[in-house]
């Protein structure tokens, strides 16, 4: 089993920049795939950015050229990065996992087995 832990967020105004992290533990398998999701209530989780073990990156086209998500696996960590943040990114960011190394589908939520508790971010006008 792996456990996975966020940090991070909190609350900013527009066009601000808020980053969160997350700490895997237990079980780890070295290099897999890591992706962040975000959700708001009434609405399904969404993909918003994934690595895979060699560290390519997959965004949705909502966040491109805004948010950066990056690695350090010698610390077991995943860190996401948002600059320029809007009212819409406003949303419960949750730290998703996998054994695989390279998902098909890597911002959909069926590829991940572990999922962390959520860190709320909220973005205000």
């Known amino acids: 089993q792996m456990q996975l832990v966020e940090s991070g967020g909190g609350s900013v105004q527009a066009g601000g920049s808020l980053s969160v992290s997350c700490v895997a533990s237990?079980?780890?398998?070295?290099?897999?795939?890591m992706a962040w999701f975000r959700q708001v209530p009434g609405k399904e989780r969404e993909g918003v950015a994934a690595?895979?073990?060699?560290?390519?990156?997959s965004y949705t086209d909502s966040v491109k050229g805004r948010f950066t998500i990056s690695r350090d696996n010698a610390k077991n960590s995943l860190y996401l990065q948002m600059n320029s943040l809007k009212p819409e990114d406003t949303a419960m960011y949750y730290c998703?996992?996998?054994?695989?190394?390279?998902?098909?589908?890597?911002?959909?939520?069926?590829?991940?087995?572990?999922w962390g508790q959520g860190t709320q971010v909220t973005v205000s006008s």
């Open positions: 998703a996992a996998d054994s695989s190394s390279y998902p098909r589908d890597p911002l959909r939520s069926y590829e991940y087995k572990y």
């Open positions: 237990g079980y780890i398998y070295l290099r897999n795939s």
């Open positions: 690595m895979d073990r060699d560290g390519s990156a």
